[in-house]
Structures are given as structure tokens and as C-alpha cells.
């Protein structure tokens, strides 16, 4: 089983609300990633959690705070969004995060438009 | 600054040849190499992968081909058929030694139409 599962597909917020995305894996992955794409762009990565501990942030600013409650679970919690966060949000995992050869499988995203 | 390039935003290809979606990158620090395919409003998924100490990885109808020398990677689909018709990322990572959490770094991507 190679699958990563994000919810909600998609989700529509205004600037003032708070909203949560979800992932999961039970690949026993120890690495897991978020990852933000606009369209005709490659993904870019917004966090890094490697053994449950935040190991990358990519200078993302405040209103996103991610958060591993467990292996499994990688939470990316939403607050005071502007219309150009809009984009598809990838949440992916990997067997460990130290070794450049671990394959990082993909979610199929959320896609979230900010008004 | 971009470190891995895919010159070609798209390429058609008729069912059945070759297809060659070529990837050029800058730092010579790059161990390992991916490439990814995604539909839209979906994921990217993984398709092959090669470390730096080959030159060729193949995995059924796809092969990548790296040239270190000339920091160029390329994927080549044969016979492609129509459910190839996707956007394909190569992406590099980089070994930060020390067990330092790695990064993919991605590319532009190239949309491959596969006509029938």
C-alpha cells in the first residue's frame, strides 16, 4: 500500500476563517512533507516533519502552522489566509528523511481557494 | 534561480513511439534523480527513479538515462500510449550529509500529449 490520503479534496474559506488539512499514511513512513503548487508550477516545499519533529520550514509564513500529532498524521493548520494562498496543497511521505534516495510518495492534494 | 530545468514545456508524440522528456540540472551536489507524473487535480506520482552512480535505470516501458557530465537526465516512454498523456516533473535531491533532511527540488514539467 502506497497511498497517502488527504482531506478535504477541496475546500473554499474566507480570509477571516480557520480551517485544518489532514493527511495520512500507514506505509510506517517516518518523513512527511507538505508542498504547495500553483498551476502550470512545480510543486514548492512548505515543511519537512522527520520523526514527528518540524525539521523544515521554508520560511512559510505564520498563517500556516503544521503540526505531526503522530507518524501517521500530518495536519496543516489554515488562519487569516490571503486570496494568493490559493493553490493545491501536497502533503507526501517518505521512508526516512536523511537519505536522498527515499522516494517521497504523493497525496492527490486539497485544493484550496481563498475568498 | 532555477537548479532543475525542463526546457520543453510540451511534447506530442503519436501512440506507440518514443517518447523523450529531457531534464537539465545545475548542481553538481544532486545524488539522486525522480521523475514524477500527475493528471490534473491529482498528485504526482512516482514513476523511476536513479542514483548518480548509474547512467540507466529501466522499468518496463520507461528507462531514464543520466549524463553527469553533462547534468542531463531524460525519460524515455515506449511504446507511449494515451493514458501517458500527463505532466511529467523530473526532480532532484541533493544527500546534505550528516542526516540532514533532504529536498526534492523539482522542475518546470513537460505536458506530454500522446495522440491516438
Known amino acids: 500500500d502506497t497511498e497517502v490520503t488527504q482531506t478535504p479534496k477541496h475546500l473554499v474559506m474566507g480570509m477571516t476563517n480557520k480551517k485544518s488539512l489532514k493527511c495520512e499514511q500507514h506505509?510506517?513512513?517516518?518523513?512527511m512533507y507538505w508542498y504547495k503548487q500553483k498551476a502550470k508550477k512545480p510543486p514548492e516545499l512548505m515543511f519537512v516533519?522527520?520523526?514527528?519533529?518540524?525539521?523544515i520550514n521554508e520560511s512559510v509564513p505564520s498563517r500556516f502552522s503544521p503540526e505531526c500529532p503522530n507518524s501517521s498524521l500530518l495536519n496543516l493548520h489554515l488562519h487569516a489566509l490571503q486570496p494568493e494562498d490559493s493553490a493545491l496543497y501536497l502533503c507526501?511521505?517518505?521512508?526516512?528523511?536523511?537519505?536522498?534516495?527515499?522516494?517521497?510518495?504523493f497525496g492527490p492534494g486539497t485544493r484550496l481557494t481563498v475568498t | 534561480d532555477q537548479q532543475v530545468k525542463q526546457n520543453s514545456p510540451s511534447l506530442s508524440v503519436q501512440e506507440g513511439r518514443i517518447s523523450i522528456l529531457n531534464c537539465d540540472y545545475t548542481?553538481?551536489?544532486?545524488?539522486?534523480f525522480l521523475w514524477y507524473k500527475k493528471y490534473p487535480a491529482e498528485g504526482p506520482t512516482f514513476l523511476i527513479s536513479?542514483?548518480?552512480?548509474?547512467d540507466k535505470n529501466e522499468d518496463g516501458r520507461f528507462t531514464v538515462f543520466l549524463n553527469k557530465s553533462a547534468k542531463h537526465l531524460s525519460l524515455h516512454i515506449v511504446p507511449s500510449q494515451p493514458g501517458d498523456s500527463a505532466v511529467y516533473f523530473c526532480?532532484?535531491?541533493?544527500?546534505?550529509?550528516?542526516?540532514?533532511?533532504?529536498?526534492?527540488?523539482f522542475g518546470t514539467g513537460t505536458l506530454l500529449a500522446v495522440q491516438p
Open positions: 507526501a511521505s517518505s521512508e526516512r528523511a536523511g537519505r536522498s534516495s527515499y522516494e517521497q510518495y
Open positions: 506505509m510506517g513512513h517516518r518523513a
Open positions: 516533519y522527520s520523526y514527528e519533529k518540524l525539521s
Open positions: 548542481n553538481s551536489m544532486f545524488d539522486y
Open positions: 536513479i542514483s548518480s552512480i548509474k
Open positions: 526532480a532532484a535531491n541533493s544527500d546534505r550529509g550528516g542526516g540532514a533532511t533532504n529536498k526534492l527540488i
